[in-house]
């Protein structure tokens, strides 16, 4: 399994954010994260990323112990958090070379042209819109092909047009065997790429189902 997290907790003095949650994801999965506000997302995403220590639990990327090694783990994870932070007096190229020298390894150009930034790429990111910002963030983190991808409500502020080029992309990545982990509340948009959906309520996973059975989810938002 790419992503393993067992019986994972987090708690903030009193109050739980995650309570003993466990699920693994395997190679060529595309899991879709969903919740209402306060279900403990964020909190989910942010200890499989390495970027909080849980409580309890433990989670492993592509094997690795990410409280004892996160630095290792995150060399086979890639990671667009819900406002990526981009260096504005880069152009998008120069950006994605940036990280890919800093990762040892990394497909500029098929980044580029991937999520559809290539006739912009020499543009600085200053003069970029919010959802071309959008896609030379996840160009970062697709471009060393890390075998597990996290999205933390990736697709905020991209148009119709964008959004399908994006999935593309992803769907691309996922079919080389990337898990795939996107975090949304757009539960429409799991529909046409997701092969797996999970749930979160108050902390706790109240569905881990197919995408055939959103309905079932619709109505838990309603």
């Known amino acids: 399994m790419n992503i393993e997290a067992t019986a994972l907790s987090k708690k903030y003095g009193h109050i739980s954010a995650v309570s003993d949650i466990s699920f693994s994801i395997a190679a060529g999965e595309f899991v879709g994260l969903v919740g209402p506000n306060g279900a403990g997302k964020s909190t989910t995403i942010k200890m499989l990323t390495g970027q909080l220590i849980p409580s309890a639990g433990c989670v492993n990327i592509c094997g690795v112990d990410m409280t004892k090694e996160p630095n290792v783990g995150r060399q086979e994870l890639g990671y667009v958090p819900e406002f990526p932070e981009l260096y504005n007096y880069l152009s998008a190229r120069e950006m994605i070379s940036f990280v890919a020298e800093i990762r040892g390894r990394g497909d500029i150009e098929w980044a580029l042209e991937l ?3 290539g006739d912009d790429a020499d543009r600085l990111i200053r003069e970029y819109s919010q959802g071309m910002r959008r896609k030379t963030a996840i160009a970062c983190a697709i471009v060393a092909r890390p075998k597990v991808l996290i999205l933390d ?5 991209l148009d119709p047009p964008s959004v399908e080029r994006v999935l593309g992309a992803l769907d691309e990545v996922r079919k080389e065997g990337t898990s795939i982990v996107l975090s949304t509340h757009v539960l429409d ?9 999970i749930m979160l309520k108050d902390g706790k996973i109240e569905h881990d189902c197919l ?12």
Do not use: C, M, V, Y
């Not at 409500?153 to 502020?157: C, D, M, V």
């Not at 948009?189 to 959906?197: D, G, H, V």
């Not at 995408?211 to 309603?222: D, G, H, T, V």
């Open 115 to 117: 999520t559809g930034l």
């Open 211 to 222: 995408p055939s059975e959103l309905s079932i989810i619709r109505k838990q938002f309603q």
């Open 153 to 157: 409500e990736a697709l905020n502020g």
């Open 189 to 197: 948009t799991l529909e046409k790429l997701a092969t797996r959906i």
